[in-house]
């Protein structure tokens, strides 16, 4: 069974920082790109940042670029969102997603972990 745990959400004042953490299960990580995306409330997902496992390359959204950082541990199955320079528009659920086929699209979702970015 396929599994996306996503940790590491909270409040944080702006200018702060927060790494969330995607610990996934149930497929041959190496072989996915792994998503993050975001939600903010009355708004549509999106997607912020993605890598590529297999080639080793990370992708941003205009919005992060600059100021989130995604990163891969193939030894704990493990995707990270490093995110520095936090403002309130950050303030999302954010979600991690996995796809056998590319940065998209995403055949599996987690749950999602709340940041809020205090002003």
């Known amino acids: 069974e396929v599994q996306l745990v996503e940790s590491g959400g909270g409040l944080v004042q702006a200018g702060g920082s927060l790494r969330l953490s995607c610990a996934a299960s149930?497929?041959?990580?190496?072989?996915?790109?792994i998503g993050w995306f975001r939600q903010a409330p009355g708004k549509d997902r999106v997607g912020i940042a993605c890598i590529h496992n297999t080639i080793s390359t990370a992708y941003y959204d205009d919005s992060v670029k600059g100021r989130f950082t995604i990163s891969s541990d193939n030894a704990k199955n493990t995707v990270y969102l490093q995110m520095n320079s936090l403002n309130p528009e950050d303030t999302a659920v954010y979600y991690c997603s996995a796809s056998p086929y590319g940065c998209y699209p995403y055949d599996y979702w987690g749950q999602g972990t709340q940041v809020t970015v205090s002003s």
């Open positions: 149930g497929f041959t990580f190496e072989q996915f790109a």
